[in-house]
């Protein structure tokens, strides 16, 4: 897909995000340590083993007089924006013009600055090939040990490497190096190196994806980065409409699963290897991931890998499990809470704790953890619910 293409699309997932949330939650609209690596492999890329890296595993705590004071305060907020149910169709074609002109100017108000994390997201949201490259550069030469970056510079670089030249074989080497305990980083290199036809290599990474300490897209790292970068930029938006903005804009940027699912269904039907190795890396994935579409993915790769080696019974309750957790995310929006939803995007401080629990919880876990403390508040002091 070209850059204007994905741009296009890109644009028109995270607005449709963005006001389709607005409407359902009444909202307005350190760099590890290193060890010598040691080198496997041998394709034209270096294939190397990373130190462990200590897990970051932060939760929600926060106090009942925090809760209780921040629900008072958006109880109390007449400084709302119209849901998308009662704008009129020139308003609402008005609004997504608005946030379809947004990432210009975010490009444009960060790409001159000196921040790493500001070039980082430019190039995130830059439509120009030569230009993502660019900044990318300039952000990998200021911070070459920034793992967030270094994972999203080759993902970016595999977008890219048909529009223009970028230092794809070195971004990955360094990946490596610095994020080798993320499953996610040996899966792209894998995925990459199976699209240039190095089998072998593919399942020399892919066995490193199997067997890795963890499994992070830096789903939460980037909502707060485009956040953050949507405040630095000069956007007038307030903090609700930048944090809805911001997951609207993460979720169109998540990794490309389809050459993930696509190689292990190919190399699993040929290779008995293949099937274990992807088994293996599904099975961390369900386990250790903690985003929603990274556990289905992880499911649906073991399915497959399943079926490839004949373990049909194995097969059928793997598809029993992905429609059990289907439909508990069915449930959970059953159970939807707008106090909840509401109190999550409208305050800073929640915001960031939210999202460090998914980063240690995952995301089922901590909205059930946080609408379990604020619905024992409520039934606490039921005057605080300004919800019906």
Same mark, same amino acid.
């Given at each position: 897909?070209?850059?204007?293409?994905?741009?296009?699309?890109?644009?028109?997932?995270?607005?449709?995000?963005?006001?389709?949330?607005?409407?359902?939650?009444? %909202?307005?609209?350190? =760099?590890?340590?290193?060890?010598?690596?040691?080198?496997?492999?041998?394709? @034209?890329?270096?294939?190397?083993?990373?130190?462990?890296?200590?897990?970051?595993?932060?939760?929600?705590?926060?106090?009942?007089?925090?809760?209780?004071?921040?629900?008072?305060?958006?109880?109390?907020?007449?400084?709302?924006?119209?849901?998308? @149910?009662?704008?009129?169709?020139? =308003?609402?074609?008005?609004?997504?013009?608005?946030?379809?002109?947004?990432?210009?100017?975010?490009? @444009?108000?960060?790409?001159?600055?000196?921040?790493?994390?500001?070039?980082?997201?430019?190039?995130?949201? =830059?439509?120009?090939?030569?230009? /993502?490259?660019?900044?990318?550069?300039?952000?990998?030469?200021?911070?070459?040990?920034?793992?967030?970056?270094? $994972?999203?510079?080759?993902?970016?670089?595999?977008?890219?490497?048909?529009?223009?030249?970028?230092?794809?074989?070195?971004?990955? /080497?360094?990946?490596?190096?610095?994020?080798?305990?993320?499953?996610?980083? $040996?899966?792209?290199?894998?995925?990459?190196?199976?699209?240039?036809?190095?089998?072998?290599?593919?399942?020399?990474?892919?066995?490193?994806?199997?067997?890795?300490?963890?499994?992070?897209?830096? $789903?939460?790292?980037?909502?707060?980065?485009?956040?953050?970068?949507?405040?630095?930029?000069?956007?007038?938006?307030?903090?609700?409409?930048?944090?809805?903005?911001?997951?609207?804009?993460?979720?169109?940027?998540?990794?490309?699963?389809? @050459?993930?699912?696509?190689?292990?269904?190919?190399?699993?039907?040929?290779?008995?290897?293949?099937?274990?190795?992807?088994?293996?890396?599904?099975?961390?994935?369900?386990?250790?991931?903690?985003?929603?579409?990274?556990?289905?993915?992880?499911?649906?790769?073991?399915?497959?890998? %399943?079926?490839?080696?004949?373990? %049909?019974?194995?097969?059928?309750?793997?598809?029993?499990? %992905?429609?059990?957790?289907?439909?508990?995310?069915?449930?959970?929006?059953?159970?939807?809470?707008?106090?909840?939803?509401?109190?999550?995007?409208?305050?800073?401080?929640?915001? $960031?704790?939210?999202?460090?629990?998914?980063?240690?919880?995952?995301?089922?876990?901590?909205?059930?953890?946080?609408?379990?403390?604020?619905? /024992?508040?409520?039934?606490?002091?039921?005057?605080?619910?300004?919800?019906?």
């Amino acid at each position: 897909m070209n850059a204007r293409l994905r741009l296009f699309a890109t644009l028109g997932f995270a607005v449709a995000i963005a006001i389709t949330l607005f409407a359902y939650l009444g %909202l307005p609209a350190n =760099e590890p340590t290193q060890s010598d690596p040691e080198r496997l492999g041998d394709s @034209d890329g270096d294939i190397v083993v990373a130190p462990a890296l200590s897990p970051e595993k932060p939760s929600i705590n926060l106090s009942d007089a925090f809760l209780r004071s921040a629900l008072t305060e958006l109880c109390g907020s007449s400084d709302r924006r119209l849901s998308d @149910d009662t704008l009129s169709p020139e =308003e609402k074609q008005a609004r997504i013009d608005e946030y379809s002109e947004l990432p210009r100017k975010v490009v @444009d108000g960060l790409s001159v600055s000196s921040s790493t994390e500001h070039l980082h997201l430019a190039a995130l949201l =830059e439509d120009d090939s030569a230009s /993502r490259i660019e900044l990318l550069d300039r952000a990998i030469s200021q911070s070459p040990n920034d793992a967030f970056l270094l $994972w999203r510079s080759v993902q970016i670089c595999t977008e890219e490497r048909d529009a223009t030249a970028c230092d794809l074989a070195d971004w990955e /080497r360094q990946l490596l190096i610095i994020d080798g305990q993320n499953s996610e980083s $040996w899966l792209r290199v894998a995925a990459n190196r199976y699209k240039a036809g190095e089998t072998d290599a593919a399942l020399e990474a892919m066995r490193h994806a199997a067997t890795a300490a963890e499994t992070r897209i830096y $789903w939460t790292e980037t909502i707060e980065m485009i956040e953050r970068g949507l405040a630095a930029a000069g956007s007038d938006y307030p903090f609700p409409e930048r944090a809805v903005i911001a997951i609207g804009f993460a979720a169109s940027n998540l990794p490309h699963y389809v @050459d993930y699912v696509t190689m292990c269904k190919e190399q699993s039907a040929l290779n008995v290897n293949w099937a274990y190795t992807c088994l293996g890396y599904g099975e961390l994935a369900e386990n250790q991931g903690k985003t929603e579409i990274g556990v289905a993915i992880g499911r649906s790769i073991q399915k497959l890998a %399943l079926e490839a080696l004949g373990e %049909l019974d194995k097969a059928a309750e793997l598809e029993q499990r %992905l429609q059990a957790r289907r439909q508990e995310r069915l449930d959970s929006i059953g159970d939807y809470n707008p106090v909840t939803e509401r109190l999550i995007f409208s305050n800073p401080t929640l915001f $960031w704790a939210f999202l460090a629990a998914v980063r240690s919880e995952g995301e089922l876990a901590a909205r059930d953890n946080l609408s379990k403390e604020i619905q /024992r508040l409520l039934e606490q002091q039921p005057e605080l619910a300004c919800e019906p």
